[in-house]
């Protein structure tokens, strides 16, 4: 999967990526609300093979995809089928220092969108740790809703956290 916007090339990781994505994810701002902790250099490695492996999307593989500007990866997006049919669940993370500029935004936009128009997906949605307002706005600008909102449903980082579900259907994607 190669998609180019405006600024941004969205493709699969490649081995030279490994410093760029080992900056997002050693960054503890970044992981506050993610279900791992942040890597570290005895984990690098390990962590980062597993996302040049996820190469395509089937409904047994995921796929995990760089964010690049100007040859430097500045996000990670993944997307995975759910057990519901044509469902598939959508992942992001990008560096703290892209922040603000509509990067996100961009790319998020345009994963949903290939998702709708080349998989021929029924629905996407993003789960989410409630406390993480700039991913909130993040699903409202592309044009998801808000679905569902659970209490302390989730053990994570040795706390119950709330989450909260957005989610869109193929025929909203005109919306966006």
Same mark, same amino acid.
């Given at each position: 999967?190669?998609?180019?916007?405006?600024?941004? *090339?969205?493709?699969?990781?490649?081995? &030279?990526?490994?410093?760029?994505?080992?900056?997002?994810?050693?960054?503890?701002?970044?992981?506050?609300?993610?279900?791992?902790?942040?890597?570290?250099?005895?984990?690098?490695?390990?962590?980062?093979?597993?996302?040049?492996?996820?190469?395509? !999307?089937?409904?047994?593989?995921?796929?995990?995809?760089?964010? *690049?500007?100007? &040859?430097?990866?500045?996000?990670? !997006?993944? =997307?995975? +089928?759910?057990?519901?049919?044509?469902? *598939?669940?959508?992942? +992001?993370?990008?560096?703290?220092?892209?922040?603000?500029?509509? +990067?996100?935004?961009? =790319?998020?936009?345009?994963?949903?969108?290939?998702?709708?128009?080349?998989?021929?997906?029924?629905?996407?949605?993003?789960? !989410?740790? =409630?406390?993480?307002? =700039?991913?909130?706005?993040?699903?409202?600008?592309?044009?998801?809703?808000? &679905?569902?909102?659970?209490?302390?449903?989730?053990?994570?980082? #040795?706390?119950?956290?709330?989450?909260? *579900?957005?989610?869109?259907?193929?025929?909203?994607? #005109?919306?966006?």
């Amino acid at each position: 999967m190669l998609v180019n916007t405006e600024r941004l *090339v969205i493709r699969p990781f490649q081995g &030279e990526n490994i410093q760029d994505v080992f900056a997002i994810y050693s960054d503890k701002e970044v992981c506050q609300y993610l279900l791992h902790e942040e890597w570290h250099v005895g984990n690098m490695e390990e962590k980062f093979n597993k996302k040049l492996v996820n190469r395509s !999307l089937t409904p047994n593989t995921m796929i995990s995809l760089a964010v *690049v500007l100007d &040859e430097q990866v500045i996000g990670d !997006l993944s =997307a995975w +089928y759910t057990d519901m049919k044509d469902t *598939v669940e959508i992942g +992001y993370s990008f560096s703290s220092a892209s922040g603000g500029k509509g +990067y996100a935004t961009e =790319a998020v936009g345009s994963l949903v969108a290939h998702l709708f128009n080349d998989y021929h997906v029924h629905r996407i949605q993003a789960t !989410l740790d =409630a406390r993480n307002t =700039a991913s909130q706005k993040l699903c409202e600008r592309i044009g998801m809703r808000k &679905e569902a909102h659970f209490i302390q449903d989730y053990w994570n980082k #040795n706390e119950w956290t709330d989450s909260i *579900v957005y989610g869109m259907l193929d025929h909203e994607l #005109n919306k966006i």
